[in-house]
């Protein structure tokens, strides 16, 4: 089997130099020649013997598999000690969201009697999602870096960045609740706390329930009723077919995905916290990310968790097969879906309506950015955002998108799915008390 | 951690010093040389500092030892032994000063044992030229009939010192 360790440059730089010294030192009685050359080949000499023959292991690993936005990670390789080998270094790089320190990822280490050389970069996740560090490239040398081993694998590891979630609250309940406990009003009567009507006793009512005032008073007896109390399920969408503007730290500008993320973990945790089940939902993107919807503690950091693991679409055939099979999956009756997208897309609006149509009470949330959707977006902006690289056509051709949204939005809103722009707490109050308005409204119904 | 300026400055100064000696070596042996042998090494030393892992290394060491060479005869006084050892070990120095920063990556720092190892080699080096030099003092400088004994005494610090190494080296 062939060394992983190969000769360096160094190596048959003093080879030959030395060789010949000692040669024309020889030949030609040039003692000088030889107190040159001599040292050269003792180098040579030390490093051959002392060469290393057997491949290091390597072993990659970080602090942490999953973390915050802000959230600071050592990213450690472990280099395996084999005889011979005396320095490891190595090239650590983040990507563009995590910052390491040092921030070229150069980082070396000396080789000790432990068992293994680490080297290690400490990364600081400055955004949400999936962050890949690396590819690295590690390698090791022996004495006077006469032989040099090089690790044959890139190592990448990626770690889950859980976003941070935005404000949210509501006050209007949801319009559909069909759970069996919870804190929403139910339009049925039943078993509950909030008082409905007081009416004439019937077979069948509970004694308990006699108001006794009022069937003093009337000389019948009248019994109290009061609403359920249900709770219901929130089905979160996110869109994340693209992702339209740049996110920076410094600034705060943010992308359509980021408010997209942040406004579903603030919509998540309010009704996680009112005793909802929530479910997400992210459409495209490069991975398929579904969460049931549960109630409880623990969901926040599923869906979290989920939403850190959104991407925004690649555009690979897999993909699209992908959100086809999402968007024909059924959503539960009397679910509330919440619809977050930038509105660039025709499928998740399309699904929208038609989710609509089937009796669901559903919102699409427009993420797309203040900056994009003004005038005065700048240049740059709209160069990324279209693709094209002449400002003025990139400002007709984003102009043209926009008519073309707000077109895709009235549609929207004429097949009854109300489209409304997040602004964090309340954004969802005047649609709520629409939808539930509607749901108690009497219906038309053929008989 | 030495910081990678600190490292990068110091090997470039050694590349720079050991110049200056080659310079002055070949300057005592034939002073009309170190015209042509300043504009040589400038020439090497730039090549050789841009890109130390290509061929500008490789020439800058040539041009050392053929500066610190070609001027002059065959030693023969302790002086003439003295200038030879310097220029051997300005020439290992060179060499281990340009293979540190090709090899080493340029934006690394430098950990401190790392430094203590390649100055602790870099020494022993030295003193192998030195001791080669002291070996051909006394091999000038005494009758012929000695000439067996110090082969002698060069094998046998030759074998010594493979001895020392391989013990050394190869424990654990």
Known sequence: ?447 | MIRNRTWHRAMIGTVLVADVVIVLVGGAALPGFLPFAIGTLVIATWWALARPAGWGAFTLVVAQVLCATVPGDAPTTLLQWALAAAAGSAVILTHLALTLLASWPARADLPRATALRWGAHAAALVWVAIGAALLGTLATTTPLGWAPWIAAIGLGLIAGTVWQLRANTRKG
């Open chain 1, 1 to 447: 089997m062939r060394s992983p360790w190969r000769p360096s440059r160094a190596l048959g730089r003093a080879t030959a130099i030395g060789v010949v010294l000692l040669t024309a030192a020889a030949f030609g009685g040039r003692g000088d020649l030889a107190v040159i050359g001599g040292p050269l080949v003792a180098l040579v000499v030390w490093a051959v013997a002392t060469r290393p023959t057997a491949g290091p292991t390597v072993r990659s690993r970080l602090s942490t598999e999953v973390g915050h936005e802000g959230d600071s990670l050592t990213w450690r390789v472990d280099v395996s000690t084999v005889p011979g080998l005396r320095d490891v270094v190595g090239h650590l790089p983040g990507d563009r969201w995590a910052t390491t320190t040092p921030a070229h990822g150069h980082v070396a280490a000396a080789a000790t009697r432990a068992a293994t050389v680490p080297i290690a970069v400490r990364a600081r996740i400055d955004r949400w999602g999936v962050r890949r560090l690396g590819p690295a490239q590690v390698g090791g040398f022996g004495d006077f870096a006469a032989f040099a081993w090089t690790a044959p694998e890139q190592l990448v590891e990626s770690v889950a960045t859980v976003p941070t979630p935005g404000v949210f609250t509501s006050r209007a309940a949801l319009p559909h609740p069909v759970g069996l406990v919870g804190q929403h009003r139910s339009a049925r009567v039943g078993g509950g706390t909030e008082l409905a009507e007081i009416r004439p006793f019937r077979t069948g009512d509970r004694l308990r329930r006699i108001h006794w005032p009022v069937s003093l008073r009337t000389g019948a007896l009248h019994v109290t009723t009061t609403y359920a109390d249900q709770d219901a399920e929130v089905r979160l969408v996110l869109d994340a077919i693209r992702d339209l503007g740049e996110r920076d730290v410094e600034t705060g500008r943010r992308s359509s995905l980021d408010v997209a993320v942040e406004a579903a973990g603030a919509v998540a945790a309010h009704y996680l916290t009112t005793g909802d089940r929530v479910g997400l939902s992210v459409l495209g993107g490069a991975g398929v990310v579904e969460v049931p919807a549960v109630g409880g503690h623990h969901q926040l950091a599923r869906v979290l968790l989920g939403l850190g693991r959104a991407e925004p679409s690649r555009g690979t055939v897999g993909e699209e097969r992908a959100l086809r099979a999402q968007l024909r999956r059924s959503i539960p009756p009397g679910a509330f879906v919440v619809l977050l997208s930038a509105l660039v897309s025709a499928e998740p609006l399309a699904h929208a309506v038609r989710l609509a149509r089937s009796g669901h009470a559903v919102v699409v949330v427009d993420t797309l950015p203040p900056e994009l959707s003004g005038p005065d977006a700048t240049d740059d902006a709209l160069r990324s955002v279209t693709g094209v690289d002449d400002a003025r056509l990139a400002r007709l051709v984003w102009r043209l998108r926009l008519l073309d949204r707000e077109r895709e939005a009235h549609r929207c809103a004429m097949a009854g799915v109300p489209v409304i722009a997040w602004r964090g707490p309340g954004s969802l109050d005047t649609v709520l008390r629409q939808a539930a308005r509607r749901s108690r409204a009497p219906r038309v119904a053929s008989r």
